[in-house]
C-alpha cells in the first residue's frame, strides 16, 4: 500500500537544488526511508531525472556496509558522477558512517550534486548539523502518519480509524498487519528490538533497567508535569527505589533525541516567559506508548491530547504548555493569585493559538473550566476548545472556538476559521 506523505513530499520537491544538504529525520520506522527512496524518486523520474544521476545507498543494508567507511562513500559518490549534469545523491540512516559530517560536507563542493539523506538521531540535528554545515543544513522532519494520512489508508469511518489510530498509532508498516494480535507484537517488538536497542548501542547503556522503569513512569503520566525530582520520588515511593535526577535527566535526555518523546515546557503567558520546571512529556507515537504498557492503560483523555499534542507538531507549531496567572476569591472572600493551565500554546511566525484540550464538555459547569483560563488571557490571539464529544465548529458567547476533535484531525483548517 502506497501511502502519499504530500506535506514532506512538497518540502523536498521545494527544497531541490538549493545548495544545501537536505536531512530527513525523525522517529525510526516513521517512513523516512520510503519517502526518500519511493515518493520522491519517483518524482524524481517522473519529471525527466536521468536514473543514471539518481545515486541511492541504503546505509543500513548489510550489502551496504562497506559505505559506512566514509572514504570508501565519497569515492564510489565521486566516480558515480558520470557527466555534468545535476546529479541526486539518496543515501538512507546516513549516522551509520563514520564521520559522516565530513562526507555530506565535501559533497557541498560537487557543484552538480544535490544531497538528500535520512538519520534517526535528534543529537544528529541538533549538534551536527547546525555546527558542523554551518547553515548549510536543511531539516525535514517525518512524524508517524498523521490522522488525515492514517484514515486516507484505513478507509471505513473516521470513528473506526480513530479507535484504530489510538491504540496502534501512525507507524505505516501497522498496515501489513491484519489483526490486533500482530499489530500489538509488532510494536511491542520493534520497541525492544529497535528503540531500546539504538538507545543502548548510541549511548553505551550496559544495564538499561532504569531507563526502562523510567519508560513506564512516563508512558502512565502522559500529559501530566513532571521533571526529574519528582520523578526521583516517584521511584523512592513506588519502588523504594534510589534514582539521582541527574541519572533521570540525562535518560530524558536520550529518548528525546531517539524521537521516542518530546518535552512540552510551560510558558507564562501574561510574563511572556518560560518557566525551568515542571514539564509535559508526549510520546511521538502513541501505539509506541500503548505497547510499554502492553495495552493495559489506554485512557481516552489522555491518549487523546497525545494525539493532538502530535498533530499540532506536524501542523509545524511549536507547542509549549500555558500558564495563565488569574485572581480569584477564597473561601473567605479574599482574592488571591492562582495558576491555571492552557493546554497548548502554539506559536508559528507570527501566529499564536491557545488551545484545550477537552474529551468531554457535557454540561455548562465543564465548558466554564475549560473557558476559564482562557478567558484570562487578554491578546487577541485566538483560543479554541477541541473536545472528542460531537458537536458542530461554533463559538462560544465569550468568543472561544469549539472543534470536534475528528473534524480538526480531518480538516485542521477549521482552527483558522
Known amino acids: 500500500m502506497i501511502i502519499q506523505r504530500d506535506r514532506y513530499l512538497t518540502k523536498l520537491v521545494n527544497h531541490k537544488n538549493n545548495g544545501m544538504v537536505k536531512i530527513i529525520t525523525g522517529l525510526r520506522r516513521s517512513g523516512k526511508s520510503f519517502l526518500l527512496f519511493n515518493l520522491f524518486l519517483n518524482h524524481l523520474l517522473s519529471t525527466g531525472t536521468d536514473r543514471k544521476h539518481i545515486i541511492s545507498i541504503a546505509l543500513d543494508d548489510r550489502i551496504n556496509k562497506e559505505y559506512r567507511d566514509p572514504d570508501t562513500l565519497y569515492a564510489f ?36 550534486l544535490d544531497v538528500f539523506a535520512t538519520g534517526s538521531n535528534a543529537k544528529f540535528l541538533s549538534k551536527d548539523i547546525i555546527t558542523e554545515f554551518r547553515g548549510r543544513g536543511d531539516q525535514i522532519y517525518v512524524h508517524p ?32 498487519f491484519s489483526t490486533d494480535e500482530d499489530k500489538e507484537t509488532y510494536l511491542k517488538s520493534i520497541f525492544a528490538e529497535t528503540y531500546m536497542k539504538d538507545i543502548r548501542e548510541r549511548n553505551d547503556l550496559r544495564n538499561d533497567a532504569e531507563m526502562e522503569e523510567l ?122 493569585k492562582k495558576q491555571t493551565e492552557v493546554d497548548f500554546v502554539c506559536n508559528q511566525a507570527d501566529k499564536r493559538y491557545y488551545i484545550q484540550s477537552a474529551f468531554s464538555l457535557f454540561d455548562e459547569e465543564k465548558l466554564h473550566q475549560e473557558e476559564y483560563p482562557l478567558k484570562h488571557i487578554e491578546d487577541s490571539f485566538k483560543k479554541i476548545i477541541i473536545t472528542k464529544e460531537p458537536c458542530r465548529t461554533h463559538y462560544t458567547e465569550n468568543g472561544i472556538l469549539i472543534i470536534n476533535l475528528l473534524d480538526f484531525l480531518l480538516d485542521p483548517e477549521l482552527m483558522r476559521t
Open 77 to 112: 559518490i565521486r566516480n558515480s558522477i558520470s557527466d555534468n549534469q545535476m546529479h541526486y545523491l539518496l543515501l538512507d540512516e546516513v549516522q551509520l558512517v563514520k564521520e559522516f559530517e565530513d562526507v555530506l560536507n565535501s559533497c557541498l563542493h560537487i557543484p552538480n
Open 145 to 176: 502518519l498523521s490522522f488525515q494520512e492514517f484514515h486516507s489508508a484505513f478507509g471505513s469511518t473516521p470513528e473506526k480509524a480513530y479507535q484504530s489510530y489510538s491504540a496502534y498509532g501512525g507507524l505505516p508498516k501497522l498496515f501489513e
Open 215 to 336: 519508560l513506564d513512569v512516563l508512558a502512565s503520566d502522559i500529559g501530566s508535569l513532571t521533571n526529574p525530582l519528582k520523578i526521583a520520588r516517584t521511584f523512592k515511593s513506588l519502588k523504594n527505589k534510589e534514582m539521582h535526577p541527574g541519572t533521570i535527566k540525562k535518560y530524558l535526555d536520550y529518548l528525546s533525541d531517539s524521537f521516542l518523546v518530546e518535552q512540552a515546557k510551560r510558558y507564562d503567558v501574561k510574563g511572556k516567559r518560560y518557566i525551568n520546571t515542571p514539564s509535559k512529556y508526549y510520546f511521538t507515537d502513541v501505539g509506541l506508548r500503548n505497547a510499554r504498557l502492553n495495552f493495559r492503560q489506554t485512557e481516552g483523555p489522555h491518549l487523546m491530547e497525545n494525539i493532538l499534542y502530535n498533530e499540532l507538531r506536524i501542523l509545524g507549531f511549536n507547542v509549549d504548555v500555558g500558564v495563565v496567572e488569574v485572581y480569584a476569591p477564597n473561601t473567605a472572600g479574599k482574592s488571591i
